[in-house]
């Protein structure tokens, strides 16, 4: 059975970093793409960064040169740094995983999500 766990959220303030760990388990993910998403309160989950099985990246236009995906294989990890976090970035943050990149929430299966608050 495929698992995701997010862990490393918590409560920062704007401006400062966090970084994000999902250990996945079930599968072998090194041939799996893995994305990271948001949702705050009363919106949408939005797409926030991606890294393909050959390690290629992919951000949001609101996230680039502030957050960094990255993926460890060996130990079915992906993480998420965030820096210069912002107060309209709180949110849920979840991590996911399907068969190729893509920027909608069509991906296979999914953690249970991680809180990230950001006080102003």
């Known amino acids: 059975q495929v698992r995701l766990v997010e862990s490393g959220g918590g409560l920062v303030q704007a401006g400062g970093s966090l970084r994000l760990s999902c250990a996945a388990s079930g599968r072998t993910f090194g041939s799996y793409a893995m994305g990271w998403f948001r949702q705050a309160p009363g919106l949408e989950r939005e797409f926030v960064a991606a890294i393909s099985s050959n390690g290629t990246t992919y951000y949001a236009d609101s996230v680039k040169g502030r957050f960094a995906i990255a993926r460890d294989n060996a130990e079915n990890a992906v993480y998420l740094q965030m820096n210069s976090l912002k107060p309209e970035e709180t949110a849920v943050y979840y991590c996911?995983?399907?068969?190729?990149?893509?920027?909608?929430?069509?991906?296979?299966?999914w953690g249970q999500g991680t809180q990230v608050t950001v006080s102003s």
């Open positions: 996911a995983t399907g068969r190729k990149v893509v920027f909608t929430t069509k991906y296979d299966y």
